[in-house]
């Protein structure tokens, strides 16, 4: 069975500039997770997703963050503009769904470093 | 969710058991205990989850203590490729309302010596 994949695995970009992460979820997963890993901590959780609908962006800095899942499968995360506070792994993670799964999935990241 | 405390580092020679804790004693009972590691430069891996009994699958076995506010994580025999940050999460089941998160704290990172 594929991965979850995620692109790009890198990125580096100035301050006040956009940037936007992919992820394509395993097949059939109903559920999608984007998390942010700043260095030395653990992941945190920034929105997740049921099919095309948003269940929790509690924890997304909604003045330069957005994400979409149009038609419940692939997903972007969206920075804009960046700050350099926002150098961190972005993390994608799926799951069978939210109610019968108990292990989310996880791609393998994006490096993205703000100058 | 429950707060879990775990120690920064651990070493652990190769083809030993490894033998990691977590405590967290203002666990509710209605708490599953999870364990996922991240090795370098790669998401986080599931490896295994408990109530109150313990638990063993393929990879690890999960040893929750009858009180439930401890556990320990054991990979019985580390390999090389064992060495990674491993993550103790308290959270409960999910209930169908609302969200599903897992919280992860700093975790262990535990080295493998040859």
């Known amino acids: 069975e594929a991965g979850v994949a995620q692109s790009p695995r890198y990125k580096i970009i100035e301050k006040r500039q956009s940037v936007a992460f992919w992820c394509n979820p395993i097949?059939?997963?109903?559920?999608l997770y984007w998390y942010q890993q700043i260095l030395g901590q653990g992941p945190k959780l920034l929105i997740q997703?049921?099919?095309?609908?948003?269940?929790?962006d509690s924890q997304l800095p909604k003045d330069r963050f957005s994400a979409e899942r149009l038609k419940g499968v692939d997903s972007t995360l969206k920075i804009q503009p960046a700050k350099l506070e926002d150098s961190a792994v972005y993390l994608c993670?799926?799951?069978?769904?939210?109610?019968?799964?108990?292990?989310?999935?996880f791609g393998p990241g994006t490096r993205l470093t703000v100058t | 969710d429950a707060k879990t405390t775990q120690p920064p580092s651990m070493d652990c020679a190769e083809g030993r058991a490894a033998n990691l804790p977590c405590n967290h004693s203002?666990?509710?009972?209605?708490?599953?205990v999870y364990w996922y590691r991240q090795i370098h430069s790669q998401g986080p891996q599931y490896i295994i989850h408990?109530?109150?009994n313990n638990e063993t699958n393929e990879m690890a076995s999960l040893i929750i203590t009858e009180d439930r506010k401890s556990s320990t994580l054991i990979l019985p025999h580390a390999t090389l490729r064992d060495t990674a940050v491993y993550y103790c999460?308290?959270?409960?089941?999910?209930?169908?309302?609302?969200?599903?998160?897992?919280?992860f704290g700093k975790g262990t990172k535990l080295s493998v010596i040859p």
């Open positions: 993670a799926s799951s069978v769904s939210a109610k019968s799964s108990y292990e989310q999935y």
């Open positions: 097949s059939g997963h109903a559920t």
């Open positions: 997703f049921q099919n095309n609908g948003v269940v929790d």
């Open positions: 203002t666990i509710s009972g209605n708490e599953y």
């Open positions: 408990g109530l109150k």
């Open positions: 999460i308290v959270r409960v089941e999910y209930s169908g309302a609302g969200s599903y998160q897992l919280t």
